[in-house]
């Protein structure tokens, strides 16, 4: 077990913590585990570099080891080594979307050791739009690999007590920069010269990636949930962001929808089932004589996108059997809200 340090860091202006950064620094060059706050949710950074280090990263959430992890960099200057080449329209997303939540996938350079790319030949690489983040890698001289700060198959962490639930007596240190400002993670697009896949939807939206390049299309498995579509992204295939609780995701006419889960509710009451619905604020007075988390309007995705990992982490604080949730348009960021919400609920849709 490790005495997991706690620390907050002023998200704002984090050189008031530069005792704080520097500690996390000193862990990362000593191949430790550094939880860090970025924009999309927290992540679990080691040296990219270093093959000890980053093994420690798959231990600690209990990853699949042939699921690869994103590279973090401070500057775009610092792609260079770590790729074989960046094709133009690479480079066109570069200056259109970093700092910020674009994870792009390019042939990997020998300097990134194969457990850092899973195995593969390419490997996925961002600027994070958090000065935090920024300023740790910054700090460290190197790149972080960083995936999501939860333990494999939980909700992604979007504030520091996630990580510290998850993963304490598992890593050195956990950076609190207070709530992560989209609560989803990253948009994963893989460049090849000539088109750009979409592997996992984020707040980079499909259509602001057609307003800058061309040739972008989303990958099959994330449209259509079908077993013989294998992901291209590893990561997309395992179970993920799920509760405890059984997740059902009702789709459909909202009225029906709310009828539907009612009825459930009432079920589960009588045959004293621990349920709860996740309800929009156009319909949670519906449910007034049943358990009821919000999850915003739904008018602003935005703001379920934020609350949604959080909400999910909700559910097992209140130690939830069956979690009803109602369904979102798959339009703009409800693309990357449905995809979670579909992974966590295992597929489970019911259609009203
Ligand atoms: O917003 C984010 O992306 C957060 C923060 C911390 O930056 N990170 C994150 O990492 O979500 P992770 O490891 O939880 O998710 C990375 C996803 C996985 O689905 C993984 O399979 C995919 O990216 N990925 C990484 N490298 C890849 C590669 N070379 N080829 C295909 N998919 C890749
Ligand atoms: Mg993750």
Not at 18 to 30: H, S, T
Not at 184 to 193: A, D, P
Not at 263 to 269: F, G, I, Q, T, V
Request: charged fraction near 25%.
């Amino acid at each position: 077990m490790l005495d997991t340090i706690f620390e907050k860091v002023d998200n704002l202006n984090p050189n008031n913590d530069i005792v704080a950064l520097k500690k996390a620094a000193n862990i990362l060059k000593n191949n430790g585990l550094v939880a860090f706050p970025t924009e999309t949710v927290y992540g679990l950074g080691a040296n990219a570099l270093e093959e000890e280090a980053v093994k420690k990263i798959y231990i600690a959430k209990g990853r699949p080891s042939d699921n690869p992890l994103i590279v973090h960099i401070a500057d775009k200057k610092d792609i260079y080594p770590l790729v074989d080449s960046v094709p133009k329209n690479a480079l066109i997303l570069m200056e259109k979307f970093w700092p910020g939540a674009l994870t792009i996938i390019l042939k990997k350079s020998s300097i990134i050791p194969k457990t850092t790319s899973g195995g593969l030949d390419t490997v996925a690489v961002r600027i994070p739009n958090n000065k935090i983040a920024l300023s740790l890698i910054k700090e460290c001289g190197f790149p972080l690999a960083a995936p999501s700060a939860n333990t494999s198959t939980k909700p992604s962490p979007t504030i520091a007590s996630h990580v510290y639930n998850d993963l304490k007596g598992k890593i050195d240190m956990v950076i609190d920069g207070g709530s992560c400002d989209f609560g989803i993670e990253s948009t994963v697009v893989e460049v090849c010269e000539n088109n750009i896949t979409i592997l996992r939807p984020g707040s980079i939206t499909k259509e602001m990636l057609d307003n800058v390049v061309d040739n972008v299309t989303i990958d099959k498995s994330i449209l259509n949930y079908n077993t013989n579509i294998l992901a291209k992204s590893p990561g997309m295939k395992y179970k993920h962001y799920a509760p405890l609780g059984d997740i059902f995701i009702i789709d459909g006419n909202i009225d029906n929808i709310v009828s539907y889960i009612s009825n459930c509710l009432e079920n589960d009451k009588k045959n004293n089932i621990k349920s709860i619905v996740i309800a929009s604020d156009e319909t949670i007075n519906n449910y007034s004589s049943f358990d009821t988390l919000s999850i915003g309007s739904r008018k602003n995705l935005e703001l379920i996108a934020k609350n949604l990992f959080k909400t999910l982490r909700e559910c097992d604080n209140l130690n939830i059997n069956k979690i009803y949730i109602e369904s979102f348009l798959e339009e703009g960021i409800g693309l990357a809200v449905m995809n979670r919400l579909k992974k966590a609920a295992n597929y489970k849709i019911i259609r009203v």
